[in-house]
T-cell receptor, first 115, second 114 residues
Framework: DTAVSQTPKYLVTQMGNDKSIKCEQNLGHDTMYWYKQDSKKFLKIMFSYNNKELIINETVPNRFSPKSPDKAHLNLHINSLELGDSAVYFC??????????????FGQGTRLTVV | AQSVTQPDIHITVSEGASLELRCNYSYGATPYLFWYVQSPGQGLQLLLKYFSGDTLVQGIKGFEAEFKRSQSSFNLRKPSVHWSDAAEYFCAVGAAGGGNKLTFGTGTQLKVEL
């Protein structure tokens, strides 16, 4: 039973298109995240949501819009895709903000390729 | 702001040899420290974590790490490496006050020679 699941696993699309990546966690966590891993494998946080409320937005272009319909889901919508958006996007979740145990559980990643 | 440095981009060891991957962090308060492993094409799996208490922490797959506050380090060790340990290893620091975000190092790619 997958703890953090993302779909799709692979996504190939043309420049200018709009696409979404979905994420669901069944761990009962309050906090969810999107991380971006670039071609050099550097991981950087993009967004953090706590109980459907945006907590962190790390100067991500506004073409990226996260949406959290409930605390178990955090989707990422990307408008007007650019070549530089090609990366692996990881969803993660952890227990409540401020909790001593801040261990994050990661999904398998979505490899986005913009052509 | 917190930061993490992993000085070694690539490390190659022979199977059965010992391993130490270095990690240095910068954080103003008591850090929460993690090591994650990423196998090719896979997500990140937590190896071990340090929040408080005993500075030598044991993790999965025979890994351990030691927190040294004086050196701002959290090095990962394994006494005998197996070929299946070949992967990318990431050290990360977390901050409860910072929205629980993790700041990662640039990773160390481990190759294991048979």
């Amino acid at each position: 039973d997958t703890a953090v699941s993302q779909t799709p696993k692979y996504l190939v699309t043309q420049m200018g298109n709009d696409k979404s990546i979905k994420c669901e966690q069944n761990l009962g966590h309050d906090t969810m995240y999107w991380y971006k891993q670039d071609s050099k494998k550097f991981l950087k946080i993009m967004f953090s949501y706590n109980n459907k409320e945006l907590i962190i937005n790390e100067t991500v272009p506004n073409r990226f819009s996260p949406k959290s319909p409930d605390k178990a889901h955090l989707n990422l919508h990307i408008n007007s895709l650019e070549l530089g958006d090609s990366a692996v996007y990881f969803c993660a979740s952890s227990q409540a903000l401020g909790a001593l145990n801040t261990e994050a559980f990661f999904g398998q990643g979505t490899r986005l390729t913009v052509v | 702001a917190q930061s993490v440095t992993q000085p070694d981009i690539h490390i190659t060891v022979s199977e059965g040899a010992s391993l130490e991957l270095r990690c240095n962090y910068s954080y103003g308060a008591t850090p929460y420290l993690f090591w994650y492993v990423q196998s090719p094409g896979q997500g990140l799996q937590l190896l071990l974590k340090y929040f408080s208490g005993d500075t030598l922490v044991q993790g999965i797959k025979g890994f351990e790490a030691e927190f040294k506050r004086s050196q701002s380090s959290f090095n990962l060790r394994k006494p005998s490496v197996h070929w299946s340990d070949a992967a990318e290893y990431f050290c990360a620091v977390g901050a409860a006050g910072g929205g629980n975000k993790l700041t990662f190092g640039t990773g160390t790619q481990l190759k294991v020679e048979l």
